[in-house]
């Protein structure tokens, strides 16, 4: 993370509230993650991270609270919010008729690059993410792995301040999951600040700094590993093992909870 100084966070959720009629999917989350700073948010299917994304990157409305993005309320000025955020979603979606370089002029476009800046910035993101060979394929012909690692070059081409990455190892083989796991983290050390969503638990425990386990909606453990950690069996402890133990003592206390039939 960036030290010296306090800063104000990059990315503020405040009271962030999504119901869906009676299901209460998101429940008054609170989360300010300052800039710098690689987070990872944990949960099982269905506890409500989907929605956090969806809220956070301005794609759905909350029911009550708010997202600011470097000070910006998504809801109230969103293009001045989208302008500083990238997103990557689990499943990317494409113009499929089109070339990778034509793909990246049009992303370009959308965020009102200088031409100049364009050409330059994309041949650096094929290189560092293996793209160049793919350059004369249309993206319908591409395989997975190689589509998400053009949606990562694609969405970092703007050089977003905060960066949301909703399950980043799809369909990546080890040599390009690592790449991508290097770069991602190289760019939070020089300032960024990235949210990552995932359910590979060993991923998170490698490259956040900070990590949320949400829960039936609701944010259950916060902290860095060693936080974590110190509220189980000390150093030795797996994310693995901290995030079943959590998972599991929410059920038993939501279960004890309820009222005997």
Known sequence: MIHGGVSSPMIELDNLTMHYGGL???????????????????????????????LLTGLMQPTAGSVRICGHDIQKVPLEAKALLGYVPDVAVFYEK?????????????YQMDEAKIRPSTEELFTTFDLHRHASQRIENLSHGTRQRLAIASTLLHEPKVFVIDEPMVGLDPVHARTVKQELKARSRAGMTILMSTHLLNVAEELADRIGILY?????????MDELKSKFEGEGAKLEEIFLQMVSDNTVERANALPAD
């Open 24 to 54: 209460k999917a998101l429940q008054s989350l609170d989360l300010h993650i300052p800039q710098g700073e690689f987070f990872a948010i944990l949960g099982p299917n269905g506890a409500g991270k989907t929605t956090a994304i969806k």
């Open 216 to 224: 039936q909606g609701r944010l259950i453990a916060l902290g860095t």
């Open 98 to 110: 089109l070339l990778p370089h034509e793909f990246m002029h049009f992303i370009a476009s959308l």
